[in-house]
C-alpha cells in the first residue's frame, strides 16, 4: 500500500492569515506566499501595502545614488563590473567630484546620499574615511555606503567618520547556489560582514536576488528567515539579469512578479524596514518601481551619478536613466511618486528599530 504524501505547506489563505497575524516565521507558510499566482498574487500584494501604508506610511524616502568606481577585485558570475570583463571602460570619481555631486544632491532636496561602488580597494579605510568626513562637514546629508566586504577595522573607521548606514546583500544563503555566482567569495565570510556591521551600530541594509539559476521559493524562504535573525533594517530586492560579459549570460533572467511577490512578503515580515523600488524593476517594465511602490516598497534611488560616467557601472544590461541629469531625474521620479497619490519623504528616513537584534559572534574578519 502507498504511503500517503502530506503536503507540510500550508494553503494560501491561511499563510497569508500566518503573514497578517505576525506568526513565527516558518517556511510552511513562507513558500505558499512566495508561490502565489493569479488572484492569491493579487491578495498578497494588496496585503503588504495595506501593511506598508499603517508601518512606514504614505512618504517614500528618496536616496541619491552615486556610482563612484566601477573597478572590482570579485569576479561574481553574474555582475558586469566582475574583474575578468576587460570590455567595460574603468573610472573612479575623484573626492572632489563625489562632494560635488553630493553638494548638487543637497540643493535638489535629498537627505541621503549612498556611495557604491565595485569592490575596489583603492579607496581605502584612510581614503573613503577623509570623503566621509569632508561630507558630513559640508553637509547635512546622511550617508549609506556601499562597498562590499571589509575587515571590521575598515568598517569601524568608516563609521567613526560619520557613516550612517551600509548596504551589502547576502544575494543568497544557499551555499550551492552562493558558490555558483560567487566563485572567489565565501558565504560565511560575508554573513559575518553583516554580523561586524550590526555590531558596530551602522543602520544595515541587506536583501536577494531573484530567479538565480538554481533558487526556489523553499530557498528564498530560507534566506528570509536569516535576515529576520540577523535583524537587518533595509532590504534590498533586484531581479536577476543576464549580462553577456558573465558566465551566466545564457541563463534565464528573474522576473518582476517574482521581485514583486518577494517584497510583498517581506513587507509583511519586516513591517517597518525600509524597501526600494529598484532601477533593474524599472529595467524590466517602465512601471516597475511604482509597482513595486504598491506592493510594499517605500524608498527610491534615483542615479545622480554624473552622465559621463553612469552608463560605464553597467552591473546589468539596459539600465535606465543613463542619460537624464540629476535635476531632471529628481522631477520625473517626484512626479510618479505623486502620481501614486504617496509623498516625498522630508526626513531623513532613519529606521524604526523595533527588529529584534540577536547575540552575534563575531569571528577574526580579514580582508581576502
Request: charged share 25%.
Amino acid at each position: 500500500m502507498k504511503k500517503k504524501i502530506i503536503n507540510k505547506y500550508m494553503k494560501f489563505p491561511t499563510a497569508l492569515a500566518a503573514a497578517k497575524g505576525g506568526a513565527a516565521l516558518a517556511v510552511e507558510w513562507l513558500v505558499p506566499l512566495l508561490d502565489a499566482n493569479g488572484k492569491d498574487d493579487a491578495l498578497l500584494l494588496a496585503a503588504a501595502d495595506k501593511k506598508r501604508a499603517e508601518t512606514v506610511g504614505d512618504s517614500v524616502h528618496l536616496r541619491g545614488l552615486i556610482e563612484f568606481s566601477n573597478y572590482c577585485r570579485k569576479n561574481c558570475h553574474y555582475c558586469g563590473l566582475r574583474k575578468e570583463n576587460n570590455k567595460i571602460n574603468r573610472y573612479r570619481l575623484s573626492k572632489e567630484e563625489i562632494l560635488e555631486t553630493a553638494l548638487k544632491a543637497e540643493k535638489l532636496g535629498y537627505k541621503t546620499i549612498v556611495l557604491q561602488s565595485g569592490e575596489d580597494l583603492h579607496f581605502s579605510a584612510d581614503a573613503m574615511s577623509k570623503i566621509i568626513k569632508e561630507l558630513k562637514n559640508k553637509t547635512k546629508l546622511a550617508v549609506t555606503l556601499s562597498l562590499g566586504e571589509r575587515d571590521e577595522e575598515t568598517y569601524f573607521a568608516w563609521k567613526k567618520a560619520g557613516a550612517d548606514r551600509y548596504l551589502l546583500r547576502i544575494e543568497t544563503t544557499d551555499p550551492v547556489i552562493f558558490k555558483k555566482i560567487h566563485p572567489d567569495s565565501d558565504l560565511e565570510y560575508r554573513k559575518n560582514c553583516l554580523y561586524v556591521l550590526k555590531k558596530l551600530g551602522y543602520q544595515l541594509g541587506s536583501g536577494v536576488m531573484v530567479g538565480l539559476p538554481g533558487q526556489d521559493a523553499l530557498s528564498l524562504a530560507k534566506d528570509i528567515i536569516w535576515l529576520n535573525n540577523l535583524g537587518v533594517e533595509m532590504i534590498g530586492i533586484g531581479p536577476f539579469l543576464p549580462h553577456k560579459e558573465t558566465p551566466l549570460k545564457d541563463e534565464k533572467g528573474g522576473t518582476l512578479a517574482q521581485a514583486l511577490r518577494l517584497i510583498a512578503v517581506l513587507r509583511l515580515v519586516f513591517p517597518y524596514s525600509h524597501m526600494p523600488a529598484t532601477t533593474a524593476m524599472g529595467t524590466i517594465d517602465p512601471m516597475g518601481r511604482e509597482k513595486a511602490l504598491q506592493a510594499g516598497a517605500n524608498v527610491m534611488m534615483p542615479n545622480i551619478t554624473p552622465t559621463a560616467v553612469r552608463p560605464l557601472y553597467e552591473i546589468y544590461p539596459n539600465k535606465i536613466c543613463l542619460d537624464e541629469s540629476a535635476d531632471k531625474c529628481f522631477g520625473c521620479v517626484t512626479a510618479r511618486i505623486i502620481g501614486l497619490g504617496r509623498t516625498v519623504g522630508t526626513d531623513y528616513g532613519d529606521v524604526v528599530r523595533q527588529i529584534r537584534n540577536p547575540k552575534l559572534e563575531i569571528r577574526n574578519n580579514k580582508d581576502k
